[in-house]
Every structure is written in structure tokens, then in C-alpha cells.
């Protein structure tokens, strides 16, 4: 069985208790809610996917807590499929993890192995290959807000995913409405991406470093270009958008992933909770990320 153990060192805590406090905090945050959460255990049910960040608590954080907030009133999903980007290695399409479990410092989370090998089984382009997940931060940062929110009463089935072209996109994102519509798994299928990545540490400073008031302006207007795609369900043209004019957006492909599966699962709309940005919460004009969370319902 395979055994996951955290890596993302700098993005969250190792520690129990100060993994909830910084929860907490993301919660209580200027950015975030505002409040702490109440699960809804009768439903109502309608949320099929949903867009987080997956930056350092610190950071991205406050916008999680606005996505995590609106799953807990939405009830109490059984699997949480979650597709998050490669940062440390490249490799084409899909890697899934379809046994095992993940070691958290809020508890062991377990994949659910029936519906992670259906999917793989579904598709002709997702594999496996639990180690595509080492020392990958974009799904491990997940997981403590999965689990303040549920505790231990949900799985995951974890999908990394790296270069993947519009075809391979399609089959991944039916192969995994496919799988839980035909095993009638309640689950939502998460995607994690931050948005524009702008400074001379990303390579990306299209419109120059000043002034800052005009940067700042230019990066708010490509992320609220993008968030309209994405809450548009527009797979396709996101996909476009990103590619085309070069955006540094790092989980495109894992958002019209998700995106393809909602649609294929009933969802007829998408919800904007909460855009800000790096600079919002830390005041540097260096570099800058844009974070959003974003709901995605029948």
C-alpha cells in the first residue's frame, strides 16, 4: 500500500495544532469568510466542482477558506477528486494514485480505491503513477481544509496532471464523470490553480514592474478575464485564451478538466466567491499571484 507522506515544507504546517490554528486563521482573515464553518449534513447537494488555490496557507489561504466555507454548507460529499498541477516534474497526461493513503498531520486521509480505478479504467489517458505525487504541493495543501471541514469521513482520488492536449482533456474529464455517475459516488471533482504569475523571478513582466498601479490593474484584468471563462463552464476557450496569449495561469489544464467532468455531471452555472491577490495580503509589488475560488453547481 502506498504511503504519502507530506513534502510540501513552506506551504503549510507539519504540525496538528498549528495546522488548525492556521486554518483558523485563513478563515477569520481579512480575505477570508469572516467566520468560522457550520457542515450542513443534509445538503442540499448541487456542488460538483470547485476552483482553489493551492499557494502557501499564508498567502492563498483566505481565498481557500471561501471555497472549503461554501462545500461545508453544500453537505457532505462521499470522494473528492482532485486534480492538481505539476511543479517539481513534467510528464504528459495523467497520473493517478489508486491505493493508499496520504499521512496528514490532521490524520490519514484513504483513497477510494473502487472509484480511482474506475476512472483509470475509463480513460485512455489517465495512468497510474503514485509517484508522480512526491514532493507535489497542489493537492497535498487540500487536504487540511478537507479535513478541518470533515474530519476523516470523506476519500480522495488524487489525479496529477501534467502536459495534456485538448483531446486527452476530454477523455479525462468524461472518463471521471463517467466513473462516478456509473458507481453514484457523491463526489466533487476539485481542480487547484493560481492564477497570473507576474515579476522577473517568473520570467513574466509584460507590461514592465512600473508603475506598480498599472501592473497591479493589468493582472486583475487578465485573472477577472480568466475567472469569466472558468465560471462561464467554457473548457474550450480557456484553454484558448491561456494558451494563445500566453498566460501564466499553472493549472489551466487541471480547471477544463474539472470543468468537462462538471458539465458532464449537470453543472449549469458557475459562482465567483473570492478573487484577490499576493499583493492584497502581503503588500509586495515583486512578485504577484493571483488566487480565486470558485464554485461550479448543477
Given at each position: 500500500?502506498?504511503i504519502?507522506?507530506?513534502?510540501a515544507?513552506?506551504?503549510?504546517p507539519?504540525?496538528?495544532d ?8 485563513s ?9 468560522k464553518l457550520?457542515v ?6 448541487k ?6 488555490p ?15 466555507y ?21 510528464f ?11 499521512k ?7 483513497v ?16 497510474i ?12 495543501v ?6 478541518y ?5 470523506f476519500?480522495i ?24 455517475s ?6 466533487v ?8 504569475h ?6 513574466y ?17 487578465v485573472?477577472?478575464?480568466?475567472i ?14 491561456v ?15 474539472m470543468?468537462?467532468?462538471a ?27 493571483g ?8
Amino acid at each position: 500500500m502506498k504511503i504519502r507522506k507530506p513534502s510540501a515544507w513552506g506551504f503549510h504546517p507539519f504540525n496538528r495544532d498549528d495546522e488548525v490554528l492556521e486554518i483558523e486563521r485563513s478563515f477569520l482573515s481579512k480575505h477570508g469568510v469572516g467566520r468560522k464553518l457550520a457542515v450542513s449534513t443534509e445538503g442540499p447537494r448541487k456542488m460538483v466542482g470547485l476552483v482553489v488555490p493551492h499557494a502557501g496557507y499564508a498567502y492563498s489561504g483566505p481565498v481557500a477558506s471561501h471555497a472549503y466555507y461554501e462545500i461545508a454548507g453544500d453537505g457532505v460529499p462521499e470522494t473528492f477528486v482532485l486534480l492538481g498541477p505539476t511543479h517539481s516534474s513534467r510528464f504528459p497526461g495523467y497520473s493517478a494514485m489508486i491505493d493508499g493513503v496520504w499521512k496528514m498531520p490532521l490524520g490519514a486521509v484513504s483513497v477510494d480505491s473502487d472509484l480511482a480505478k474506475e476512472i483509470v479504467q475509463s480513460s485512455s489517458f489517465i495512468d497510474i503513477n503514485p509517484e508522480a505525487h512526491d514532493k507535489e504541493h497542489s493537492i497535498e495543501v487540500q487536504l487540511p481544509f478537507l479535513q478541518y471541514v470533515y474530519g476523516d469521513q470523506f476519500r480522495i482520488v488524487p489525479i496529477a496532471v501534467g502536459y495534456s492536449d485538448h483531446a486527452m482533456i476530454m477523455d479525462a474529464g468524461r472518463a471521471i464523470a463517467k466513473a462516478i455517475s456509473g458507481m453514484e459516488r457523491d463526489s466533487v471533482v476539485v481542480a487547484t490553480t493560481d492564477l497570473t504569475h507576474y515579476g522577473s523571478a517568473y520570467g513574466y513582466t509584460p507590461v514592465g514592474m512600473s508603475p506598480f498601479t498599472k501592473v497591479y490593474e493589468w493582472i486583475q484584468d487578465v485573472d477577472r478575464s480568466i475567472i469569466d471563462l472558468i465560471v462561464a463552464l467554457d473548457a474550450s476557450a480557456l484553454l484558448k485564451t491561456v494558451t494563445e496569449k500566453g498566460y501564466t495561469m499553472c493549472g489551466a489544464t487541471p480547471v477544463a478538466t474539472m470543468l468537462i467532468a462538471a458539465r458532464a455531471l449537470g453543472a449549469k452555472s458557475g459562482k465567483l466567491l473570492k478573487y484577490t491577490t499576493s499583493y492584497d495580503v502581503s503588500g509586495s509589488t515583486k512578485l504577484v499571484v493571483g488566487y480565486a475560488a470558485i464554485a461550479v453547481s448543477k
